[in-house]
């Protein structure tokens, strides 16, 4: 991947919907070498998908989560399965340490949240912390230069 490639990826984290002939233009490439990038980067992986960002406060879902999920007395796959099914569940991680699985959802009031962690309970120990503020809410991610 060159600096063409990292900068064609910028563009598109920051509007996905940027055309072929607007990266063109931007890029002062041809379309075809641009088409022809995209396929690249796609066919290697490293474009999984193009999709929207969605403002959660604009949808109803101004409560953001952070659960961690410990001890789970189920299966691991019978958890996940539980979660995939969760329509506040945005994203779960199952990590190392002491905690099982991180998760993040998103609900539209503290009922809500009530009834996410009630559901939850019988899966393991639960701890939740509501965001106050996010100083990092996304972030483009493009490849690591190396630092001297």
Known sequence: MDKLDVKIL?????????????????LALSRPSISE?????????????????????AIGREILLIILVSNVKVSLSEFEEFVRHEQEIIECHRVTGEVSYFIKAAVSNMNGMRLLIDRLLSFGQINT??????????RYVLPIEERE
């Open 10 to 26: 910028e563009i598109l984290q920051r509007n996905s919907r940027t055309t072929v002939s607007e990266l063109s233009k931007e």
């Open 37 to 57: 990038r995209l396929l690249r980067l796609q066919e290697k992986g490293i474009i999984e998908e193009f999709t929207t960002r969605v403002s959660l406060a």
């Open 129 to 138: 912390s509501t965001v106050l503020t996010s100083p990092v809410p996304y």
